[in-house]
Protein backbone atom coordinates (compact mmCIF):
# COMPACT_ATOMS: atom_id res chain seq x y z
CA UNK A 1 0.00 0.00 0.00
CA UNK A 2 0.95 3.60 -0.96
CA UNK A 3 -0.03 6.20 1.10
CA UNK A 4 0.20 9.47 -0.58
CA UNK A 5 -1.52 11.94 1.20
CA UNK A 6 -3.17 12.22 4.81
CA UNK A 7 -4.95 14.99 5.92
CA UNK A 8 -5.55 16.30 9.31
CA UNK A 9 -8.77 18.39 9.84
CA UNK A 10 -9.73 19.44 13.75
CA UNK A 11 -13.40 19.91 14.01
CA UNK A 12 -15.60 20.93 17.06
CA UNK A 13 -18.69 19.65 17.71
CA UNK A 14 -21.24 20.51 20.24
CA UNK A 15 -23.14 17.52 22.30
CA UNK A 16 -26.48 17.12 22.21
CA UNK A 17 -26.36 17.35 26.13
CA UNK A 18 -23.05 18.06 28.41
CA UNK A 19 -21.67 15.48 29.57
CA UNK A 20 -20.12 14.61 32.64
CA UNK A 21 -17.44 11.93 34.71
CA UNK A 22 -15.42 11.66 37.55
CA UNK A 23 -12.89 13.77 35.76
CA UNK A 24 -14.75 16.94 34.53
CA UNK A 25 -17.82 17.90 32.17
CA UNK A 26 -17.48 17.72 28.05
CA UNK A 27 -20.09 20.16 26.90
CA UNK A 28 -18.16 20.19 22.78
CA UNK A 29 -16.11 17.65 21.21
CA UNK A 30 -12.80 18.52 19.64
CA UNK A 31 -11.28 15.99 17.59
CA UNK A 32 -9.16 14.98 14.39
CA UNK A 33 -10.60 13.76 11.01
CA UNK A 34 -8.02 12.38 9.42
CA UNK A 35 -7.87 10.96 5.75
CA UNK A 36 -5.37 9.06 3.72
CA UNK A 37 -4.97 8.77 0.18
CA UNK A 38 -4.07 6.20 -2.35
CA UNK A 39 -5.12 4.72 -5.40
CA UNK A 40 -7.90 6.96 -5.98
CA UNK A 41 -9.39 6.09 -2.82
CA UNK A 42 -9.99 7.63 1.11
CA UNK A 43 -9.50 6.21 4.12
CA UNK A 44 -10.86 7.91 7.53
CA UNK A 45 -10.24 7.94 11.20
CA UNK A 46 -10.56 9.63 14.07
CA UNK A 47 -8.02 10.65 16.71
CA UNK A 48 -9.99 10.36 20.05
CA UNK A 49 -7.59 12.12 21.95
CA UNK A 50 -9.61 14.80 24.54
CA UNK A 51 -8.61 18.09 24.71
CA UNK A 52 -6.85 17.71 27.96
CA UNK A 53 -4.85 14.65 29.33
CA UNK A 54 -7.77 13.71 31.72
CA UNK A 55 -8.59 10.62 30.84
CA UNK A 56 -5.07 9.35 29.50
CA UNK A 57 -1.95 11.46 28.77
CA UNK A 58 -2.50 12.53 25.40
CA UNK A 59 -3.84 15.41 24.28
CA UNK A 60 -5.26 16.67 20.51
CA UNK A 61 -2.56 18.84 20.59
CA UNK A 62 0.26 15.84 21.46
CA UNK A 63 -1.37 13.77 18.99
CA UNK A 64 -0.98 15.95 16.48
CA UNK A 65 2.22 16.37 17.21
CA UNK A 66 3.27 12.84 17.52
CA UNK A 67 1.58 12.23 14.35
CA UNK A 68 3.34 15.14 11.93
CA UNK A 69 6.75 14.68 13.60
CA UNK A 70 6.70 10.90 13.82
CA UNK A 71 4.00 8.77 12.24
CA UNK A 72 3.35 10.49 9.04
CA UNK A 73 6.60 11.13 7.20
CA UNK A 74 7.45 7.51 7.67
CA UNK A 75 3.96 6.00 7.08
CA UNK A 76 4.47 8.30 3.08
CA UNK A 77 7.91 7.23 1.99
CA UNK A 78 6.90 3.27 3.45
CA UNK A 79 5.22 1.15 1.74
CA UNK A 80 3.14 -1.54 3.56
CA UNK A 81 2.01 -4.78 2.71
CA UNK A 82 -0.50 -4.80 5.03
CA UNK A 83 -2.36 -2.66 7.64
CA UNK A 84 -0.42 -4.86 10.37
CA UNK A 85 2.79 -3.69 9.29
CA UNK A 86 1.82 -0.45 11.08
CA UNK A 87 2.15 -1.99 15.01
CA UNK A 88 5.16 -2.72 13.98
CA UNK A 89 6.42 0.25 12.38
CA UNK A 90 5.55 2.40 15.55
CA UNK A 91 6.04 0.03 18.21
CA UNK A 92 9.24 2.23 19.02
CA UNK A 93 7.05 5.33 19.84
CA UNK A 94 6.08 4.71 23.30
CA UNK A 95 2.80 4.71 24.20
CA UNK A 96 1.02 7.86 22.47
CA UNK A 97 -1.68 5.49 21.37
CA UNK A 98 -4.48 7.77 20.01
CA UNK A 99 -2.14 9.21 18.01
CA UNK A 100 -0.91 6.19 16.56
CA UNK A 101 -4.34 4.47 16.45
CA UNK A 102 -5.73 7.70 14.50
CA UNK A 103 -3.42 7.51 11.53
CA UNK A 104 -3.25 3.25 11.56
CA UNK A 105 -7.50 2.96 11.93
CA UNK A 106 -7.38 5.32 8.82
CA UNK A 107 -5.12 2.65 6.74
CA UNK A 108 -7.18 -0.08 7.59
CA UNK A 109 -10.35 1.88 6.35
CA UNK A 110 -8.02 2.48 3.08
CA UNK A 111 -7.24 -1.18 2.81
CA UNK A 112 -10.67 -2.59 3.17
CA UNK A 113 -11.34 -0.34 0.58
CA UNK A 114 -8.68 -1.28 -1.86
CA UNK A 115 -10.02 -4.90 -0.87
CA UNK A 116 -13.20 -4.50 -1.52
CA UNK A 117 -14.14 -5.63 1.67
CA UNK A 118 -16.15 -3.85 4.67
CA UNK A 119 -13.23 -3.30 7.84
CA UNK A 120 -15.69 -5.40 9.58
CA UNK A 121 -14.61 -8.64 7.12
CA UNK A 122 -11.05 -7.23 6.77
CA UNK A 123 -10.79 -7.57 10.28
CA UNK A 124 -12.48 -11.25 10.51
CA UNK A 125 -16.10 -9.85 12.40
CA UNK A 126 -18.48 -12.52 11.84
CA UNK A 127 -21.59 -10.37 13.34
CA UNK A 128 -23.92 -8.94 10.92
CA UNK A 129 -25.41 -6.87 13.59
CA UNK A 130 -24.08 -5.96 17.10
CA UNK A 131 -25.90 -4.95 20.79
CA UNK A 132 -25.61 -1.53 21.98
CA UNK A 133 -25.92 0.17 25.24
CA UNK A 134 -25.71 3.61 26.53
CA UNK A 135 -23.09 5.69 28.75
CA UNK A 136 -24.87 8.54 30.66
CA UNK A 137 -22.86 11.06 32.77
CA UNK A 138 -23.63 11.94 35.89
CA UNK A 139 -26.65 13.74 35.82
CA UNK A 140 -27.04 17.18 38.18
CA UNK A 141 -30.10 15.12 39.65
CA UNK A 142 -31.51 11.96 40.43
CA UNK A 143 -35.28 12.86 38.57
CA UNK A 144 -32.89 13.62 35.01
CA UNK A 145 -31.05 10.77 35.75
CA UNK A 146 -33.80 8.33 35.53
CA UNK A 147 -35.78 10.56 32.68
CA UNK A 148 -32.64 9.74 30.66
CA UNK A 149 -32.56 5.83 31.89
CA UNK A 150 -36.90 5.61 30.90
CA UNK A 151 -35.72 7.29 27.29
CA UNK A 152 -33.01 4.85 26.46
CA UNK A 153 -34.85 1.68 27.61
CA UNK A 154 -38.05 2.76 25.77
CA UNK A 155 -35.54 2.81 22.81
CA UNK A 156 -34.21 -0.97 23.06
CA UNK A 157 -30.53 -0.03 24.52
CA UNK A 158 -29.23 -3.39 25.67
CA UNK A 159 -27.06 -2.12 28.14
CA UNK A 160 -27.27 1.11 30.88
CA UNK A 161 -24.06 2.20 31.94
CA UNK A 162 -23.90 4.92 34.58
CA UNK A 163 -20.84 7.49 35.86
CA UNK A 164 -20.30 7.58 39.11
CA UNK A 165 -17.63 9.09 41.18
CA UNK A 166 -17.57 9.38 45.41
CA UNK A 167 -20.68 10.78 47.07
CA UNK A 168 -22.88 10.02 43.99
CA UNK A 169 -22.95 6.22 43.33
CA UNK A 170 -24.77 4.07 45.72
CA UNK A 171 -27.76 6.28 45.99
CA UNK A 172 -27.54 6.56 41.86
CA UNK A 173 -27.46 2.64 41.27
CA UNK A 174 -30.42 2.18 44.24
CA UNK A 175 -32.38 4.78 42.43
CA UNK A 176 -32.60 3.29 39.02
CA UNK A 177 -33.06 -0.38 40.87
CA UNK A 178 -36.23 0.84 42.26
CA UNK A 179 -37.73 2.39 39.21
CA UNK A 180 -36.77 0.02 36.88
CA UNK A 181 -35.81 -3.34 38.81
CA UNK A 182 -33.21 -5.74 38.32
CA UNK A 183 -33.66 -6.96 35.10
CA UNK A 184 -32.04 -3.81 33.29
CA UNK A 185 -28.73 -4.65 32.77
CA UNK A 186 -26.80 -2.02 34.64
CA UNK A 187 -23.03 -0.95 35.28
CA UNK A 188 -21.11 1.94 37.18
CA UNK A 189 -18.01 3.55 35.77
CA UNK A 190 -16.00 4.94 38.55
CA UNK A 191 -13.33 6.53 35.53
CA UNK A 192 -10.28 5.81 38.52
CA UNK A 193 -12.45 7.96 41.16
CA UNK A 194 -11.80 5.64 44.04
CA UNK A 195 -8.95 3.78 46.23
CA UNK A 196 -8.87 0.64 48.70
CA UNK A 197 -9.88 2.93 51.24
CA UNK A 198 -13.44 3.05 49.36
CA UNK A 199 -13.86 -0.20 49.71
CA UNK A 200 -16.56 -0.28 52.11
CA UNK A 201 -18.47 1.67 49.46
CA UNK A 202 -17.98 -0.22 46.59
CA UNK A 203 -19.10 -3.38 48.65
CA UNK A 204 -22.12 -1.71 49.41
CA UNK A 205 -22.96 -1.96 45.13
CA UNK A 206 -22.90 -5.77 45.20
CA UNK A 207 -26.60 -6.07 46.01
CA UNK A 208 -27.64 -4.25 43.43
CA UNK A 209 -26.15 -6.85 40.72
CA UNK A 210 -24.87 -4.89 38.55
CA UNK A 211 -23.24 -6.66 35.48
CA UNK A 212 -19.95 -5.08 36.58
CA UNK A 213 -17.68 -1.90 37.53
CA UNK A 214 -15.64 -0.17 35.41
CA UNK A 215 -12.15 1.06 36.25
CA UNK A 216 -12.94 1.92 39.84
CA UNK A 217 -9.30 2.31 40.94
CA UNK A 218 -6.17 4.23 39.64
CA UNK A 219 -5.51 4.58 35.90
CA UNK A 220 -2.59 2.61 36.06
CA UNK A 221 -3.52 -0.12 38.58
CA UNK A 222 -3.60 -3.66 38.14
CA UNK A 223 -2.55 -4.53 41.94
CA UNK A 224 -4.94 -3.09 43.60
CA UNK A 225 -7.64 -3.74 41.14
CA UNK A 226 -7.00 -7.66 41.83
CA UNK A 227 -7.22 -7.01 45.51
CA UNK A 228 -10.53 -5.48 45.28
CA UNK A 229 -11.81 -7.92 42.67
CA UNK A 230 -10.57 -10.32 45.44
CA UNK A 231 -13.25 -8.77 47.65
CA UNK A 232 -16.43 -8.37 45.43
CA UNK A 233 -19.01 -9.98 43.89
CA UNK A 234 -19.31 -7.59 40.84
CA UNK A 235 -16.97 -8.03 38.17
CA UNK A 236 -14.26 -5.64 37.49
CA UNK A 237 -14.17 -4.19 34.31
CA UNK A 238 -11.08 -2.59 33.04
CA UNK A 239 -10.70 0.09 30.89
CA UNK A 240 -7.95 2.91 31.44
CA UNK A 241 -5.38 0.19 32.89
CA UNK A 242 -5.18 -1.82 29.80
CA UNK A 243 -3.07 0.00 26.94
CA UNK A 244 -1.55 -3.20 25.63
CA UNK A 245 -1.69 -7.15 25.01
CA UNK A 246 0.98 -6.96 27.39
CA UNK A 247 -1.18 -5.21 30.37
CA UNK A 248 -4.07 -7.38 29.24
CA UNK A 249 -2.18 -10.36 29.56
CA UNK A 250 -1.07 -9.51 33.05
CA UNK A 251 -4.61 -8.33 34.29
CA UNK A 252 -6.08 -11.54 33.45
CA UNK A 253 -2.97 -13.14 34.98
CA UNK A 254 -3.68 -11.44 38.17
CA UNK A 255 -7.09 -11.50 38.48
CA UNK A 256 -7.44 -7.82 38.69
CA UNK A 257 -10.79 -8.08 36.36
CA UNK A 258 -13.04 -10.39 34.62
CA UNK A 259 -14.12 -8.23 31.80
CA UNK A 260 -12.16 -6.24 29.27
CA UNK A 261 -13.53 -2.73 27.60
CA UNK A 262 -11.35 -2.68 24.57
CA UNK A 263 -10.47 0.77 22.85
CA UNK A 264 -9.34 0.83 19.70
CA UNK A 265 -7.39 4.41 20.60
CA UNK A 266 -6.35 3.56 23.86
CA UNK A 267 -4.70 0.19 22.58
CA UNK A 268 -2.90 2.09 19.52
CA UNK A 269 -4.86 0.74 16.62
CA UNK A 270 -7.54 -1.98 15.33
CA UNK A 271 -4.42 -4.49 14.93
CA UNK A 272 -3.67 -4.40 18.98
CA UNK A 273 -7.50 -4.36 19.92
CA UNK A 274 -7.82 -7.48 18.00
CA UNK A 275 -4.86 -9.09 19.30
CA UNK A 276 -6.32 -8.28 23.12
CA UNK A 277 -9.69 -9.36 21.77
CA UNK A 278 -8.06 -12.98 20.59
CA UNK A 279 -6.29 -13.19 23.73
CA UNK A 280 -9.84 -12.97 26.08
CA UNK A 281 -11.38 -15.07 23.78
CA UNK A 282 -8.81 -17.86 24.67
CA UNK A 283 -8.67 -16.63 28.03
CA UNK A 284 -12.63 -17.33 28.92
CA UNK A 285 -13.08 -12.92 29.23
CA UNK A 286 -15.67 -11.45 27.36
CA UNK A 287 -15.17 -7.73 25.75
CA UNK A 288 -17.10 -4.75 24.99
CA UNK A 289 -16.43 -1.82 23.05
CA UNK A 290 -15.66 1.08 24.56
CA UNK A 291 -16.67 4.78 23.53
CA UNK A 292 -14.69 8.35 23.68
CA UNK A 293 -18.16 10.28 22.62
CA UNK A 294 -16.68 10.22 19.31
CA UNK A 295 -17.77 11.66 15.46
CA UNK A 296 -19.86 8.86 13.48
CA UNK A 297 -16.45 8.47 11.81
CA UNK A 298 -14.87 6.66 14.86
CA UNK A 299 -17.96 5.04 15.48
CA UNK A 300 -17.66 3.07 12.53
CA UNK A 301 -14.64 1.57 13.64
CA UNK A 302 -15.77 0.79 16.45
CA UNK A 303 -19.15 -0.44 14.92
CA UNK A 304 -16.66 -2.92 12.98
CA UNK A 305 -14.57 -3.85 16.03
CA UNK A 306 -17.58 -5.14 17.74
CA UNK A 307 -18.98 -7.48 14.75
CA UNK A 308 -15.37 -9.73 16.07
CA UNK A 309 -17.01 -12.93 17.74
CA UNK A 310 -15.95 -12.77 21.65
CA UNK A 311 -17.53 -8.86 21.70
CA UNK A 312 -20.36 -10.37 23.86
CA UNK A 313 -21.31 -7.25 25.95
CA UNK A 314 -23.16 -4.83 24.11
CA UNK A 315 -21.00 -1.80 23.92
CA UNK A 316 -21.14 2.12 24.40
CA UNK A 317 -21.10 2.30 20.30
CA UNK A 318 -25.01 4.34 20.43
CA UNK A 319 -26.81 5.76 17.89
CA UNK A 320 -25.69 9.51 16.35
CA UNK A 321 -28.50 11.08 17.97
CA UNK A 322 -27.63 10.14 21.30
CA UNK A 323 -24.25 12.66 20.43
CA UNK A 324 -25.20 15.24 18.05
CA UNK A 325 -27.68 17.23 16.15
CA UNK A 326 -26.24 16.51 12.81
CA UNK A 327 -23.20 13.45 12.48
CA UNK A 328 -20.64 14.16 10.28
CA UNK A 329 -21.10 10.41 8.24
CA UNK A 330 -24.21 9.60 5.69
CA UNK A 331 -26.20 7.43 6.63
CA UNK A 332 -26.41 8.30 10.67
CA UNK A 333 -25.71 5.71 13.06
CA UNK A 334 -29.04 4.51 14.01
CA UNK A 335 -30.61 1.95 15.61
CA UNK A 336 -31.94 -1.19 12.89
CA UNK A 337 -34.01 -2.35 16.03
CA UNK A 338 -34.33 -1.69 19.58
CA UNK A 339 -30.76 -1.64 20.77
CA UNK A 340 -29.33 -2.59 17.46
CA UNK A 341 -26.57 -1.70 15.31
CA UNK A 342 -26.58 -2.98 12.27
CA UNK A 343 -22.78 -4.05 10.48
CA UNK A 344 -22.84 -1.77 7.27
CA UNK A 345 -22.18 -3.77 3.92
CA UNK A 346 -20.40 -0.94 2.36
CA UNK A 347 -16.60 -1.64 1.73
CA UNK A 348 -14.59 0.02 4.42
CA UNK A 349 -16.49 1.87 7.13
CA UNK A 350 -19.46 2.05 5.30
CA UNK A 351 -20.24 5.20 6.00
CA UNK A 352 -19.24 8.20 3.76
CA UNK A 353 -18.31 11.73 4.50
CA UNK A 354 -20.80 14.71 4.88
CA UNK A 355 -17.97 17.35 4.01
CA UNK A 356 -20.64 19.71 4.41
CA UNK A 357 -21.04 19.07 7.82
CA UNK A 358 -16.92 18.98 8.42
CA UNK A 359 -16.29 22.35 6.81
CA UNK A 360 -19.29 23.61 9.40
CA UNK A 361 -17.32 22.66 12.36
CA UNK A 362 -13.81 22.98 10.93
CA UNK A 363 -11.46 24.58 13.08
CA UNK A 364 -8.22 24.43 10.78
CA UNK A 365 -6.89 21.53 8.48
CA UNK A 366 -3.09 20.38 7.09
CA UNK A 367 -2.52 18.42 4.23
CA UNK A 368 0.70 16.11 4.18
CA UNK A 369 2.09 14.72 0.79
CA UNK A 370 5.02 12.60 -0.53
O1 LIG B 1 -14.57 5.96 30.49
O2 LIG B 1 -15.71 5.05 28.98
C1 LIG B 1 -15.20 6.07 29.45
C2 LIG B 1 -16.19 9.16 27.41
C3 LIG B 1 -15.02 9.86 27.43
C4 LIG B 1 -13.94 9.37 28.13
C5 LIG B 1 -14.04 8.15 28.80
C6 LIG B 1 -15.22 7.41 28.76
C7 LIG B 1 -16.32 7.95 28.07
C8 LIG B 1 -17.62 7.31 28.01
C9 LIG B 1 -18.51 7.67 26.85
O3 LIG B 1 -18.05 6.56 28.86
C10 LIG B 1 -18.89 6.52 26.01
C11 LIG B 1 -19.54 6.97 24.74
O4 LIG B 1 -18.83 7.33 23.78
O5 LIG B 1 -20.76 6.97 24.69
MG1 LIG C 1 -14.62 3.94 31.05
Request: charged residues 25%; contains cysteine; aromatic residues 8%.
Amino acid sequence: MKIEKVKFERLKMPLLSPFQTSFGTETDREFILVSVYGDGLVGYAECVAMDSPVYNEETIDTAWHVAEQFIIPKVLETELDSPEDFSNIFSWIRKNNMAKSAVESAIWDLYAKQKGLTLSEALGGEKEEIEVGVSIGIEPTVDGLLKKVEGFLAEGYKKIKIKIKPGVDVDRVKAIREQFGYDVPLMADANSAYTLADLETLKRLDQYGLIMIEQPLAHDDIVDHAKLQSELETPICLDESIHSLEDARKAIELGSCKIINIKIGRVGGLTQAKKIHDLCQEKGIPVWCGGMLESGIGRAHNIAIASLFNFTIPGDTSASKKYWAEDIIEPEVVLSKPGIVAVPKEPGIGYSLRQDIVDKYLLYSKVYSR
